[in-house]
């Protein structure tokens, strides 16, 4: 079921086609709940069409110069120490850089997977390994990966990592090479509570208008 066929079902409801929402309206039109309920679906699916759009066509080389360039821009994060302050502030929430005595070996070790996941990626999509994985051709590349996604390093920060990353490619490093994300650990918060300092600072980050920070 491709975009399009979608496009063409949320533009026949549109159009105004017999929908889930005016049977249930026309079922259960004395319940105030249901029709709340057919008011946000409709809101859901106008917003849907507002921000319905075909997906650019990009050229393969295209995408493999933009990310020789991210690669240029760690590669400087990486071995520029006048550069460490900007690495700490674009990964704020990875609080060992924020530790001095282990900054700097930490912020070489994250670039540098940052550097090593792109070269995986761009293999990945050049040789289009996505589905031929297991072709003898692609061997040595596959062995290859997975010594690097079997490092401790790489399993440190693909957890971070991994969002900067197409959902294919994510599939790939966690179905093919192992890369896992841990189970999630609750931790009591009057416990930690630098780590509940450094939540909050990331909320007033990212929702600056919502999250007041005295």
Same mark, same amino acid.
């Given at each position: 079921?491709?975009?399009?066929?979608?496009?063409?079902?949320?533009?026949?409801?549109? #159009?105004?086609?017999?929908? +889930?929402?005016?049977?249930?309206?026309? #079922?259960?039109?004395?319940?105030?709940?249901?029709? &709340?309920? &057919? *008011?946000?679906?409709?809101?859901?699916?106008? &917003?849907?069409?507002?921000?319905? &759009? #075909?997906?650019?066509?990009?050229?393969?080389?295209?995408? +493999?110069?933009? !990310?020789?360039? =991210?690669?240029?821009?760690? @590669?400087?994060?990486?071995? *520029?120490?006048?550069?460490? #302050? +900007?690495?700490r502030d674009f990964y704020s929430d990875l609080p060992a850089l924020a530790d001095p005595t282990t900054d700097w070996c930490r912020r070489a070790e994250l670039h540098m997977m940052e550097q090593a996941l792109q070269m995986i990626g761009d293999t990945w999509e050049r040789l289009g390994l996505c589905g031929s994985? *297991?072709?003898?051709?692609?061997?040595? =590349?596959?062995?290859?990966?997975?010594? +690097?996604?079997?490092?401790?390093?790489?399993?440190?920060?693909?957890?971070?990592? @991994? !969002?900067?990353?197409?959902? *294919?490619?994510?599939r790939f490093c966690e179905q093919q090479l192992g890369a896992r994300v841990p189970e999630p650990v609750l931790i009591p918060a009057e416990t930690r509570p630098d780590l509940v300092d450094h939540l909050g600072a990331e909320l007033a980050r990212e929702w600056p208008e919502v999250v007041r920070r005295d």
């Open positions: 079921m491709g975009p399009r066929f979608l496009q063409e079902l949320l533009a026949t409801y549109l #159009e105004g086609a017999p929908s +889930i929402e005016q049977w249930f309206l026309h #079922e259960y039109s004395d319940d105030e709940t249901v029709a &709340a309920f &057919a *008011d946000g679906l409709r809101k859901i699916f106008s &917003a849907l069409r507002n921000r319905w &759009a #075909e997906p650019l066509v990009v050229r393969d080389a295209d995408r +493999i110069e933009s !990310s020789r360039a =991210w690669v240029g821009f760690q @590669r400087a994060l990486r071995t *520029d120490p006048k550069l460490g #302050e +900007i690495a994985d *297991d072709a003898p051709i692609n061997r040595g =590349w596959m062995n290859a990966f997975r010594r +690097i996604s079997g490092s401790e390093a790489f399993r440190r920060y693909w957890p971070l990592l @991994r !969002s900067e990353f197409r959902a *294919d490619f994510v």
